[in-house]
């Protein structure tokens, strides 16, 4: 064939298959439209579909399920209520052993708190060894924790706040620990002579 017949020729366009493995390269701006618009073309899901499509994340707790609701009836202060939430959340394995509790900032604004309030609550955790400081990084549940969540620990928070507070005060531990024996002693006064005029009732002498 001579250039003469060459340049008379007629050509075929042939469409080369896509071959597997071949990376395909992606369409130039506007092309995507167009292919959209092809037979048997599926349109590309959007952002959100693909989102509902793939699992979501477990979540810790929604907005109707917050981490600490203030209980208003309550007369306990409310570092001692929310140190009992967060005892019984790491009793109960809601926070397990070793894992990071949330940071004092977004605790106080989530469950509306003051800042110094949360952090007493973390404090006697601490003392309390449920929990541990790690410096810059956060609090972290004690991976040997044993946790005693009782009534009477709600109890004892409170009086070792009074210690805190006494000292706080100036008192020494020795003061303390007098003016608390005293207390104690006049509580008991009182008690038995409350027993005595209750019998002396029922014995008819009133």
């Not at 008379?8 to 071959?19: G, I």
């Not at 038995?192 to 008819?204: P, Q, T, V």
Request: charged fraction near 30%; proline fraction near 5%.
């Amino acid at each position: 064939m001579n250039a003469t017949d060459l340049s008379q020729a007629k050509f075929v366009d042939v469409e080369e298959p896509n071959r597997a493995g071949v990376a395909r390269e992606t369409p130039p701006e506007g092309r995507e439209s167009e292919i959209a618009r092809r037979p048997g073309a599926k349109p590309a899901a959007s952002a959100s579909e693909e989102a509902a499509a793939s699992p979501a994340a477990p979540s810790r707790g929604t907005a109707d399920e917050p981490l600490f609701v203030i209980d208003e009836s309550s007369d306990l202060p409310l570092w001692v209520q929310l140190r009992n939430r967060l005892a019984h959340l790491i009793r109960t394995g809601y926070f397990r052993a070793g894992e990071q509790l949330p940071s004092l900032r977004s605790l106080s604004a989530e469950a509306r708190l003051n800042y110094n309030t949360v952090t007493k609550a973390y404090r006697d955790l601490e003392t309390s060894n449920l929990i541990i400081s790690v410096r810059g990084r956060g609090m972290y549940v004690q991976k040997d924790v044993t946790v005693d969540d009782s009534p009477e620990s709600a109890v004892d928070a409170l009086a070792e706040q009074c210690v805190e507070e006494y000292r706080a005060c100036g008192l020494s531990f020795r003061d303390i620990q007098r003016r608390l024996t005293t207390i104690v002693q006049a509580k008991a006064d009182q008690a038995s002579a409350a027993a005595d005029e209750k019998r002396d009732y029922y014995d008819g002498k009133h």
